[in-house]
């Protein structure tokens, strides 16, 4: 190559219709990008072309919406990311890419301890390519009695020597493990974990109203005295309702804690929205009560979303996927006799679909899509929102969101 040749800048394109910009619906936007990053984003009548860049008009039904963020995701397409090789993996973060997902932290199962921390190798292969935004650890340290799909055999009573073990195999990439706050020594590793920026959240969890409240307390001033730049101060909650004790009007247990300290910001919640982990009706007053910079959406998906109906892997498990008329997906086990809902079986965009049916506010869950858990994965300045500056992900969904493009780092992927 010649060295006094210069590298050419990549074309400009922008796109041109209706488009969820900074958190509202601009009818005729013009959404600029060059390279990896987004250099305009607003009204067409403003937009000045000084870099000639190519149109890519909307057609009509046509809405351009931030890539997707999702917190919590275990596989998609026949991979499931807990026994999958790094190879498999890159492959189904590919597949989440072109499902509008364009962020994914990959989610772990419960697992026995060697093979628990294979799997956080092969996964940190994926997120070292950029691929995945880190790795978030559902276990091992949960409780037996509230273990839902995870296997009992592989639950453990809190071990700080193996803890540190699971987080250094993941070569700084494990950004969030999931612990039950009531078992002994919780508290110790929670202070482990936020001395490696790593974020505790609590589900999987047997807690009474009071432990998890002291547990929330406790959270928030390890993650504030530990001051990882870019990192949140406020711990999560994994999959709130799920695997935990029911909410009850003499006795608001672990539950009554979560809300009412996420109520005064104290805690961000995660929610499944697929109609069967919770209730449309309940996803409703959750929103009613919490505020959105409090909530996120994540799709616990498992390897048989965006596949065919059949039985797939999760982890140890073997699950049913299964659809219904509306083309609606569950995954369920059989433990003991008794059905399990095991894991999600629908996108991010296909729970935006079916929540909007159902008459949740669009543009919050899609906040709770988008910049809420960019903000917990401590990138609020970088992903979640049509914003000049921000990394160029961008999806282009129809009337029925399904994913007509998808724009990530500036790269077409669909």
């Given amino acids: 190559m010649d060295a006094n040749a210069q590298t050419l800048e990549p074309a400009a394109r922008y796109f041109r219709g209706t488009a969820y910009v900074d958190g509202a619906l601009v009818e005729d936007a013009a959404v600029s990008y060059q390279g990896d990053r987004i250099v305009y ?7 000045r072309n000084d870099e000639g860049a190519s149109e890519i008009e909307l057609t009509e039904g046509e809405m351009l919406i931030p890539g997707l963020v999702d917190l919590h995701v275990h596989g998609i397409a026949g991979v499931d990311f807990s026994t999958a090789s790094s190879e498999e993996i890159s ?9 509008g997902t364009t962020t994914a932290q990959i989610s ?4 026995p301890a060697d093979q628990m921390i294979e799997a956080i190798e092969n996964c940190a292969a994926a997120c070292h390519d950029a691929l995945s935004a ?3 650890l559902e276990g091992p340290f949960l409780s037996p009695a509230r273990a839902g799909a995870q296997e009992r055999s592989a639950i453990l009573e809190v071990d700080l020597d193996l803890a540190e073990e699971l987080v250094l195999a993941g070569q700084g990439q494990v950004r969030c493990m999931t612990l039950a706050p009531e078992l002994p020594q919780a508290d110790d590793l929670v202070q482990l974990l936020a001395s490696h920026g790593v974020l505790p959240a609590f589900g999987h969890t047997d807690a009474t109203h009071e432990q998890m409240q002291q547990a929330l307390v406790h959270a928030r001033e390890q993650l504030t005295s530990a001051g990882f730049p870019g990192y949140t101060e406020v711990p999560l909650i994994t999959h709130l309702f799920n695997g935990m004790p029911p909410f009850h009007h003499r006795d608001s247990g672990a539950v009554g804690a979560i809300l009412q300290s996420a109520s005064r910001k104290g805690v961000v919640i995660e929610l499944i929205a697929d109609g069967q982990h919770v209730d449309y009706d309940v996803l409703n007053f959750v929103f009613s009560i919490v505020q959105s910079s409090n909530l996120v959406i994540v799709s616990d998906a498992m390897a048989g979303t965006k ?3 059949g039985t797939y892997s999760l982890g140890t498990a073997t699950v049913q996927v299964t659809r219904d008329g509306s083309g609606d997906s569950s ?3 059989l433990h003991e006799g008794q059905e399990l809902l095991a894991g999600g079986a629908m996108t991010l965009l296909d729970s935006l679909r079916a929540t909007t049916r159902e008459g949740v506010a669009f543009e919050r869950v899609l906040e709770a899509m988008t910049r809420i858990p960019a903000g917990v994965l401590g990138l609020e300045d970088e992903l979640g929102r049509i914003h000049r500056g921000f990394r160029a992900d961008l999806v ?6 399904e994913p007509t493009t998808v724009i990530r780092a500036g790269e077409q992927v669909l």
């Avoid at 772990?108 to 697992?111: E, G, H, I, S, Y």
């Fill in 41 to 47: 984003a607003g009204s067409f009548s403003e937009f």
């Fill in 91 to 99: 492959r189904g973060l590919h597949e989440l890419h072109k499902a």
């Fill in 108 to 111: 772990l199962v419960t697992l």
């Fill in 134 to 136: 880190g790795i978030h």
């Fill in 307 to 309: 596949a065919p109906e």
């Fill in 331 to 333: 995954a369920r086990l």
């Fill in 396 to 401: 282009v969904i129809d009337s029925n969101f």
